[in-house]
């Protein structure tokens, strides 16, 4: 017999009206405005300044601004109804985004730094001045951006993936304000593209653990902070459970666990208890131990599992 049960265990997951990052849809409108304001401003002052520090942070927060504008769009997809025959409608839309995001990303620390090594071989006069200026104005935003995001990352992996798009942004124009000060105080140019260097390298390990957080959703690998091990010990610890095979469990976007299992019961506990009083325990096992949002069981006796077909297993 099999059954569905979605348990009311949120703990941080999504609202009932959508996924978990849904709830934080005006507050990535608000950092994607501000963050085109501020690309718009460090392209002129990098143009004015000759900084290449400064317009490396302009070029990253032009990704930032379609990375949000994906995690936006993501959400609109993924928050649409489910139908006949995508029974989990567009949810995984939000991934696929944090993928791309992740790509992008990649690619900015890239070019930035194959720009920094041309900088040292060819060096060009920045004004620290000019540079400081837009810098401090681009911190201030970012500032803003993060604060907004603060919450949202926690809950979401779409979230966190803009929100570390502008972390990653916040940290640049400080490393830009630190080079700008040393030129104005020492006149060493140098110090620029050293600056555009440390932007890169500090965008690429944190891209990498997203990446790799978006790929074990990609692969159902099973949800973060979930041991089966003790998933399966919890069912078998269950009165009348014998057995317990197929256990599965994956995430289909943030804050939407997945799990199915066929559970063995004795028949001497079916006759007992019932098979309504066995799902609700089975549900209760899950809910209270495990964040796991959905869950589906299907019991049987024992001997059933030697009729079902191998590709079950």
């Known amino acids: 017999m099999g059954a569905g049960h979605d348990h009311g265990h949120t703990h941080g997951g999504p609202p009932p009206t959508g996924t978990a990052a849904a709830a934080h849809r005006s507050r990535l409108r608000i950092a994607l405005a501000i963050t085109l304001g501020v690309m718009v401003l460090e392209i002129v002052g990098g143009v004015l300044s000759g900084s290449l520090a400064l317009i490396a942070d302009a070029a990253h927060m032009a990704t930032d601004a379609v990375g949000l504008g994906m995690a936006l769009l993501a959400i609109h997809f993924a928050n649409r109804p489910t139908g006949a025959n995508r029974t ?31 900088r040292f071989v060819e060096p060009a006069e920045t004004r620290g001045g000019l540079t400081v200026v837009f810098a401090v104005v681009g ?11 603060m919450r949202g990352q926690k809950e979401s992996i779409n979230v966190r993936g803009a929100y570390l ?63 089966m091990g003790e998933v399966r010990a919890h069912i078998l610890a269950l009165p009348g459970v014998v057995d317990v095979h197929d256990l599965h469990a994956w995430t289909i976007t943030s804050g939407m666990p997945v799990l199915s299992a066929h559970v063995v019961v004795s028949q001497d506990a079916l006759d007992s ?26 019991l049987e006796p024992v001997g059933h599992a030697e009729h079902e077909a191998r590709l079950c297993h």
């Not at 989990?88 to 090594?117: D, K, P």
């Not at 000060?181 to 500090?202: C, R």
Request: with cysteine.
């Open 165 to 227: 798009e502008v972390m990653a942004d916040a940290l640049g124009s400080v490393t830009v304000l630190v080079s700008a000060g040393i030129i104005l105080a020492t006149g060493w140019q140098y110090a620029d593209p050293i600056a555009s260097l440390a932007i890169g390298v500090m965008i690429v390990p944190r891209t990498l653990r997203l990446l790799r957080e978006t790929l074990n959703v990609l692969l159902e690998s099973a949800p973060k902070g979930v041991d």
């Open 273 to 298: 208890v019932g098979h309504e009083k066995m799902l609700h325990d089975l549900q209760g096992c899950l809910g209270e131990h495990f964040d796991v949002e959905h869950c589906t069981f299907q």
């Open 139 to 149: 911190l201030a935003a970012n500032m803003v951006s993060l604060t907004l995001l």
């Open 88 to 118: 989990f409608g567009f949810a995984r839309a939000e991934i696929l985004a944090a993928l791309a995001n992740c790509l992008l990303l990649l690619g900015v620390g890239g070019f930035l730094l194959v720009e920094a090594v041309q």
